[in-house]
């Protein structure tokens, strides 16, 4: 496997491998990392459908990715996922996805047409008093200070931020900012999660930076993650002949680890030797890797209740040859997780053991070093849970608060908040979201659905007095109106009458976030595996950044067409953090657009200033700094 970029090959076609026609493939979950994996093998390895099987042990597909109106509960969305325009593997297999509404498109088509006619911003990022403008005015409002500790962070080596917190580099300049108000509620960090993945991210999307006040570099599906992308992906597959096996269950899959050095992997193109020496040279592998041969030999099942393959709780094993690919998604952020009711709460249960793909990722890395960690990521969900909410409002006397903040109007069928609206001063760090109406294909035109999530579940709400976890729906939406400004004497009963709100509890929604070090997660194809590869959050690959449909999908790509040794490249990682106008853009911006020149320097740091200013004068170099008014 080696990466490219360019067109070349992203329109190329492979070849069909040797000997594909005899493989078989065992994938475990269907979220996004898994049935990516499951097209690249039909598309590109050309593997014949019947021979792929997927085990899911819930009995609709997604994983993260939901959206479903559950008789008796309601409309519920666990999560949200936004996506950028250099999702390279993402849309490299959307293309070849066929939408499942109109006729002779891809689901690429459909997202392009939407996002270029209906481009998404957001006209209010912050509230604070009850619905007023927090003031933010698009700023990010640090000083001098606060920026050059996200520069420190930015160039420290990954290897000194192994295991360390983001405390340990950003105090208050930067954490009482409104840029750390942005990426935190944004992308659901907490002070003490990793700051080797602050870094990354930054660096990952130091393109975004300019869009990060008012979303404007964002994108989203017409309806929610479940019906725009899972769906087409499940009918691609079925189409294919894929097998799907349903409340099935992985409980284990156990390896022989030894008896000679596993395969070479074959680098084929010109020149990607020089590439995979280049990338291994960037990006250590895993320090717990070693050359010995390593096959999966037994996946062992068990069935649920509403299997109809087996009695429920039946228990069974799948032998394995050198033939037989399995590809592996490990621990999973919304395992665990617990749905309440309009008058129930989100249950919390941290005695109960992490379930599903934990407890079977526990079992595979005692099996050998190379496996990873697990209990890095699950081993304290107090640190890695929030919660969320999806009310759905049920007629029109709700709906003109929510046009109040947003400044649109939310039946329109485009863009409402544009990304999520921040309570600066709710007790919950409560933020909410409407996405393109209706979320639901079927869902009736007069309601909304709107996503709400408190980073601070444990704290006592503002208006409700008592904690997130502790609150029914009922509860949390009177806490949202609060924050929206809806006169108390109206709140209690437009939550209880004119909505529906359905809470969830997620204990490792943020578990990719724990600081963490090489060798925690396990390379998406270890060193000697022969049969078998990881995907997922909690897989690892080079340069991409978790908690995002592409790494997912990435990892997915990386495994096919490493194990079926498939003939064309993967799409390198958007490389903007190596653009020096991205750069410099975003150093301006960082700064509210205040040049370089404008910084408060010591006499020895504004002399060296000077004097290079005067080297480049009159040169290109000048032109470039200038053009991102740098100067």
Not at 254 to 282: E, K, L, N, Y
Not at 531 to 538: C, D, E, L, T
Request: with cysteine; hydrophobic share 40%.
């Amino acid at each position: 496997m080696y990466y490219s970029s360019g067109n070349y090959e992203a329109f190329a076609r492979p070849k069909k491998p040797a000997g594909i026609d005899h493989k078989s493939a065992y994938i475990v979950g269907t979220g996004l990392a898994a049935l990516s994996a499951a097209c690249y093998l039909v598309r590109d390895a050309q593997m014949p459908g019947k021979n792929i099987h997927i085990f899911e042990k819930d009995s609709v597909p997604g994983g993260a990715c939901d959206g479903l109106d559950i008789p008796g509960l309601g409309y519920v969305m666990r999560g949200g996922r936004e996506m950028d325009n250099h999702f390279e593997v993402m849309w490299d297999l959307f293309r070849s996805i066929p939408s499942i509404e109109t006729p002779g498109v891809s689901v690429l088509d459909e997202y392009y047409w939407l996002n270029k006619e209906d481009p998404n911003y957001s006209l209010c990022r912050a509230t604070k008093n009850r619905g007023q403008d927090a003031g933010c005015a698009g700023k990010f409002g640090l000083s001098d200070k606060a920026a050059m500790e996200i520069m420190e962070l930015f160039f420290t080596p990954d290897e000194k931020l192994y295991d360390r917190p983001i405390t340990d580099f950003f105090d208050d300049e930067v954490l009482s900012s409104n840029f750390w108000m942005y990426w935190r509620t944004m992308f659901a960090f907490e002070n003490w999660h990793s700051a080797l993945e602050m870094k990354l991210y930054i660096k990952r999307y130091i393109h975004h930076i300019a869009g990060l006040p008012d979303f404007s570099a964002l994108r989203f599906t017409r309806y929610n993650q479940y019906e725009s992308m899972i769906l087409p992906l499940i009918e691609y597959l079925k189409a294919a002949g894929v097998q799907f096996h349903f409340n099935t269950k992985v409980e284990d899959i156990r390896f022989s680890i030894g008896g000679g050095a596993g395969p070479v992997r074959p680098h084929t193109g010109t020149g990607q030797d020089t590439i995979q020496r280049i990338q291994q040279a960037a990006f250590p592998r895993n320090p717990y890797s070693s050359p010995a041969k390593k096959v999966a030999t037994r996946i062992v099942l068990s069935q649920t209740a509403a299997s109809g393959e087996a009695e429920p709780g039946a228990t069974t094993v799948i032998d394995l040859t050198e033939n037989d690919l399995v590809f592996i998604t490990n621990g999973g952020c919304v395992e665990n997780s617990t749905m309440g009711a309009q008058d129930k709460p989100a249950a919390w249960k941290p005695e109960l053991a992490p379930g599903g793909g934990w407890d079977m990722w526990r079992r595979i890395a005692e099996q050998d070093p190379s496996f990873g960690h697990p209990d890095t990521f699950c081993g304290d969900p107090e640190k890695t849970k929030w919660m969320s909410a999806t009310v759905t409002t049920l007629d029109g006397e709700i709906p003109p608060y929510i046009q109040a903040i947003c400044k649109r109007d939310p039946f329109t069928g485009h863009v409402v908040t544009g990304g999520i609206v921040t309570c600066t001063d709710s007790n919950w760090l409560l933020s909410w979201t409407l996405n393109r109406q209706q979320q639901f294909r079927d869902q009736p035109k007069n309601e909304l659905c709107v996503w709400v999530y408190g980073l601070f579940p444990d704290e006592p709400g503002n208006y409700v007095k008592k904690p997130m976890c502790d609150c029914t729906g009922e509860e949390i939406c009177q806490e949202w109106l609060y924050h929206m400004g809806v006169p108390e004497a109206r709140i209690a009963e437009l939550a209880a009458n004119h909505a529906n709100t359905v809470p969830v509890m997620m204990p490792y929604i943020t578990a990719f976030f724990m600081p963490r070090a090489a060798g925690d997660r396990p390379d998406v194809v270890p060193d000697g595996a022969v049969n078998f590869a990881f995907i997922g959050q909690f897989a690892e690959t080079p340069r991409d950044t978790i908690f995002t449909t592409e790494y997912s999908m990435r990892t997915g790509m990386e495994a096919v067409y490493t194990l079926c040794n498939v003939d064309r490249g993967v799409p390198e990682v958007w490389g903007s953090v190596f653009d020096v106008r991205d750069l410099l853009m975003a150093s301006v911006k960082l700064r509210d657009g205040k040049p370089i020149t404008d910084m408060k320097l010591g006499l020895v740091e504004r002399f060296a200033l000077k004097e290079a200013l005067k080297k480049v004068r009159g040169t290109d170099i000048e032109k470039v700094l200038k053009e991102f008014e740098a100067i």
